[in-house]
C-alpha cells in the first residue's frame, strides 16, 4: 500500500499533496516550518495557492512537522526550493538537507522522486550519494529514485496540478513506470515519461531557460526602439498578427524560475568547460531592466523640470508576478534600489505581499501615503487592484511609468 511522504509545502509540495489527498491516497505533508504547519492544520494557505475547501477536502493528508512521521511512508517527494546564491550560482542547501532528512527514514523498495528543478546529472550525482550514505541502503538495489519536475505557474487559477501534462522518470524502468503510473492518478491530462532521470531534469530547465531568451530578445528589442522613438507594445502588436510569432512582451523578471534555472544550466556547461554564451546574455540582459526602467524614469522627471530629490516615487506592486504573494526573487527591488541612487524618496505599496516578509527578506519598510502626494508612479506589477485606479486622472498630473504595458493608450504615460 502506497503512503508518500512530501518533503517541502510550498507553492509545489502542498498543491500536490491536496492532489493526492483528495484521490484517497494516504499522504504526510512535512515541512520545517512550525508556523506553516499550523496554518494549514486551520485549512489557511498563505500562498493563495489552495483555497480552504480543497485542504477541507483532502482529508488523507496529514500535515507535520515532526519527522519522526516521515518513517510511515514508502514514497517520498522532494519539492524543496533550489535559489541561487549572491553570485548567481545553484544554491544546493535545501536539497541536500532534504535529502539526509529522506535518507534517516527510507527503507528497503522505498522509492524517493524529486521534483525541484536542477541541473541535469543532479538526482544522481548529488542527492544519490546523501541516500546511500545516510541510510546504508545501495542505489537501485534498496531503494530507487524517480525525478518528475514541478510546472506549477503560482497565481494562475486554470493550470493546476491535475490539468498540466507531468513529466516522469525513473532510475530503473520498474521504477518509471511505478512514478509514471502514480502521477497518472492525479494528472488527468496525462504523462510524459522520459528516457532517463538526466532527460527529465533537463526537460525542466530549459523550460524556464527558453522564456528568459524570448523575454530578453523583447527586452532589448524594448531599448532599440527607445532610441528609435517607437513604442515597443505597438511593434509588438503588429508582428503577432502573422501567425507563428510568439507573444513576449519586454519587462522585469524576477520569480523562482524564470529568473533562477538559466543558471542552473549554465553552471553545470561551465563545469564541463562549455561557456553558454547565448544564455548568459539573455540573462544579462534581464538582469539590467530595473536599472534601464529607472533611468527612462528619471530622464522623464528631468524633462519635466521636476526636482529629483523632491520628487517622491510610487512604486505599485513588490511580488514577481501579478495576483501571486510570491516575492522570492521580485526585480521590483531593483527599481526601489535604483531609485535610491538617484537620490529619488521612493514608497512600496502592495495589496498582495506579507509585507514583514518584504521587510525580512530586503530589509524595506513598506509604507505608502495618499496616491495623491506622489510626483510620480511606477506601476511594477499588474495586480487586478491597480487595473481599477483613475489612471486617465493620475495621468494629468503626474508621471507615470507602466512597466507591463497595461494602461489605455490614450493615457499620456511612459513604457517599455
Not at 489557511?44 to 511512508?73: G, R
Not at 522518470?169 to 492518478?185: M, Q, R
Not at 519587462?251 to 564541463?272: E, F, M, N, R
Not at 516575492?327 to 521590483?332: L, M
Request: with cysteine; glycine share 6%; hydrophobic share 40%.
Amino acid at each position: 500500500m502506497k503512503k508518500i511522504a512530501i518533503i517541502g509545502l510550498g507553492y509545489v509540495g502542498l498543491p500536490l499533496a491536496v492532489e493526492f489527498g483528495k484521490k484517497k491516497i494516504s499522504t504526510i505533508g512535512f515541512d520545517i516550518n512550525k508556523k506553516r504547519i499550523d496554518e494549514l492544520n486551520k485549512n489557511i494557505d498563505f500562498t493563495l495557492e489552495v483555497s480552504k475547501e480543497d485542504l477541507s477536502e483532502a482529508k488523507d493528508v496529514i500535515y507535520t512537522y515532526n519527522p519522526v512521521e516521515l518513517q510511515q511512508a514508502n514514497i517520498f517527494i522532494v519539492t524543496v526550493p533550489t535559489p541561487i546564491n549572491e553570485f548567481k550560482q545553484p544554491d544546493l542547501s535545501p536539497l541536500i538537507s532534504a535529502s539526509k532528512l529522506v535518507g534517516n527514514y527510507i527503507s528497503k523498495d522505498d522509492i524517493v522522486i524529486y521534483e525541484s528543478t536542477v541541473f541535469p546529472g543532479c538526482t544522481e550525482e548529488i542527492c544519490v550519494p546523501i541516500l546511500e550514505s545516510v541510510s546504508d541502503l545501495k542505489f537501485n538495489k534498496d531503494f530507487f529514485c524517480g525525478y518528475s519536475p514541478e510546472r506549477i505557474n503560482p497565481g494562475d487559477k486554470e493550470r493546476r496540478v491535475h490539468n498540466i501534462v507531468k513529466i516522469t522518470s525513473g532510475s530503473t524502468i520498474d521504477t518509471a513506470n511505478v512514478v509514471d503510473d502514480l502521477y497518472n492518478t492525479i494528472v488527468t491530462v496525462g504523462t510524459h515519461k522520459a528516457s532517463s532521470i538526466k532527460v527529465a531534469e533537463a526537460a525542466k530547465v530549459i523550460e524556464n531557460t527558453q522564456r528568459d531568451l524570448n523575454i530578453a530578445f523583447v527586452n532589448e528589442l524594448s531599448m532599440i526602439f527607445d532610441k528609435m522613438d517607437i513604442n515597443t507594445n505597438e511593434v509588438l502588436e503588429a508582428a503577432g498578427t502573422k501567425w507563428n510569432f510568439l507573444p513576449f512582451k519586454p519587462g522585469l523578471v524576477g520569480g523562482h524560475c524564470i529568473g533562477v534555472d538559466p543558471y542552473y544550466l549554465t553552471h553545470k556547461a561551465q563545469s564541463l568547460g562549455y561557456n553558454p554564451e547565448v544564455i548568459l546574455a539573455g540573462r544579462r540582459i534581464n538582469d539590467e531592466m530595473g536599472s534601464k526602467i529607472v533611468k527612462k524614469y528619471i530622464k522623464r522627471l528631468l524633462q519635466s523640470k521636476a526636482d529629483i530629490n523632491n520628487s517622491k516615487t510610487l512604486i505599485l506592486g513588490f511580488t514577481f508576478k501579478e495576483n501571486c504573494p510570491d516575492i522570492r526573487n521580485t526585480r521590483v527591488i531593483d527599481i526601489y534600489n535604483e531609485l535610491k541612487e538617484f537620490g529619488v524618496e521612493a514608497d512600496i505599496y502592495d495589496p498582495i505581499a506579507n509585507t514583514k516578509e518584504i521587510e525580512k527578506e530586503y530589509q524595506i519598510e513598506v509604507k505608502s501615503e495618499n496616491i495623491n502626494n506622489y510626483k510620480g508612479i511606477i506601476l511594477a506589477v499588474a495586480h487586478n487592484e491597480f487595473l481599477d485606479y483613475d489612471w486617465k486622472t493620475l495621468a494629468k498630473n503626474k508621471i507615470i511609468f507602466d512597466v507591463k504595458n497595461i494602461l489605455d493608450k490614450g493615457i499620456t504615460i511612459d513604457s517599455l
